[in-house]
């Protein structure tokens, strides 16, 4: 079963606005990822938060994690076109090391 | 540079075949996943690894088995392919221990089976 779930599902902005992405799961978490597809390719780790930490920076990306109300959020600032991929947040809900993956967000951004 | 590699791109195979997809890791990772990836399905895990011979099923392990001979090689194995099968194949790896688990994947295997 999918313990992440993002919101909204797709996304379509102007470079240079910033795009928001929610994911809420079910569980207790030890840490929260969120990680970028490019079309047809692998996934590549963006950022972890932990369950003890409420917001975290790198780069252009900022997530947010409110673990009361079990759900995250990822905001890109001043968005480019290379920023279109889908985006998935994963947790690690099932505890053992093992990443359940959200359906995932997908992000198109117009030049 | 960090490195999963998965064999193949892309497979073509015919219904009811034996189908080997490897997946080798050069970071000394405990962890290795399979995870198979469908539109509006996100990425389900099909088996998990955490140690060399040792193997959980995840989700969806029906019609799928796996090999861990090796700690840098973990092998999904579709006894007899069907066309249901057909999908992103995505391999994983991850060290241990619950403070950081950041998986590294492969580019993926997309396979269609006819």
């Known amino acids: 079963s999918q313990q992440g779930e993002e919101d909204p599902q797709a996304l379509s902005i102007q470079e240079g606005e910033n795009a928001t992405m929610n994911c809420s799961y079910k569980t207790s978490i030890n840490n929260l990822q969120w990680y970028r597809q490019n079309s047809g390719r692998g996934l590549v780790h963006l950022i972890l938060i932990r369950s003890n930490e409420r917001e975290k920076h790198s780069g252009r990306l900022r997530v947010t994690l409110d673990t009361s109300k079990k759900s995250s959020s990822l905001l890109i600032t001043a968005s480019r076109a290379a920023d279109t991929a889908s985006y998935f947040c994963?947790?690690?809900?099932?505890?053992?090391?093992?990443?359940?993956f959200g359906k995932g967000n997908q992000v198109v951004v117009i030049p | 540079d960090v490195k999963v590699t998965q064999s193949s791109r892309y497979l073509v195979k015919r219904t009811g075949e034996k189908v080997f997809l490897e997946c080798v890791q050069d970071?000394?990772?405990?962890?290795m996943f399979w995870y198979r990836q469908d539109p509006g399905l996100g990425l389900r895990l099909i088996y998990f690894s955490y140690d060399v011979k040792m193997k959980e099923k995840g989700d969806i392990p029906e019609g799928y088995s796996v090999s861990r001979e090796k700690k840098e090689r973990f092998s999904l194995i579709l006894e007899s392919a069907s066309t249901n099968q057909t999908s992103m194949y995505l391999c994983?790896?991850?060290?241990?221990?619950?403070?950081?688990?950041?998986?590294?994947f492969g580019q993926g295997t997309r396979l269609t089976v006819v």
């Open positions: 994983a790896s991850s060290l241990q221990g619950f403070m950081n688990t950041e998986a590294f």
């Open positions: 970071m000394d990772h405990e962890n």
């Open positions: 994963a947790t690690d809900a099932y505890g053992n090391n093992r990443l359940a």
